[in-house]
Nanobody, 123 residues
Framework: QVQLVESGGGLVQAGGSLSLSCEASGRTFTNYAMGWFRQALGKEREFVARISRGDSTFYANSVKGRFTISRDNAKNLVYLQMNSLKFEDTAVYYC?????????????????WGQGTQVTVSS
C-alpha cells in the first residue's frame, strides 16, 4: 500500500501561482511514477501531469508551459508548481502513484490516490 497526502491548495487570483505537494508513505517511492489529476465541479477527473521514476515528464496540453511536475525521492515528495493560473484551473487536485511504465494518462493506470486538495482561481 502507498498512502498519498496532498497539500498546498487554496485560493489564488487569475495569473497567480500556487505550489502543491504530495507526500508518499508505505512502499518504496522510487518504484512508482507519479501523477497529478484534477476534477472540476460536475466534470470528470482529468490528467494533468506525470513524472516517471527517471524524472521524465509529460503534461496535458491545457497546462503545458504553465505547470511543472517534479519529485524529491529522498523526501518521498512530488510537487506541482502552477503558474499563470486561469479560472478554468479551478478543481480538486489529486496525486496518484502508478506502477506502470510509459506515458499513462488514464485513471485506471494509477494504483493509489490521495484525498485531493482544492484549488480555486478567482477571475
Amino acid at each position: 500500500q502507498v498512502q498519498l497526502v496532498e497539500s498546498g491548495g487554496g485560493l489564488v487570483q487569475a495569473g497567480g501561482s500556487l505550489s502543491l505537494s504530495c507526500e508518499a508513505s508505505g512502499r518504496t517511492f522510487t518504484n512508482y511514477a507519479m501523477g497529478w489529476f484534477r476534477q472540476a465541479l460536475g466534470k470528470e477527473r482529468e490528467f494533468v501531469a506525470r513524472i516517471s521514476r527517471g524524472d521524465s515528464t509529460f503534461y496535458a496540453n491545457s497546462v503545458k508551459g504553465r505547470f511543472t511536475i517534479s519529485r524529491d525521492n529522498a523526501k518521498n515528495l512530488v510537487y506541482l508548481q502552477m503558474n499563470s493560473l486561469k479560472f478554468e484551473d479551478t478543481a480538486v487536485y489529486y496525486c496518484a502513484a502508478s506502477s506502470k511504465f510509459g506515458i499513462r494518462t488514464d485513471l485506471d493506470d494509477y494504483d493509489y490516490w490521495g484525498q485531493g486538495t482544492q484549488v480555486t482561481v478567482s477571475s
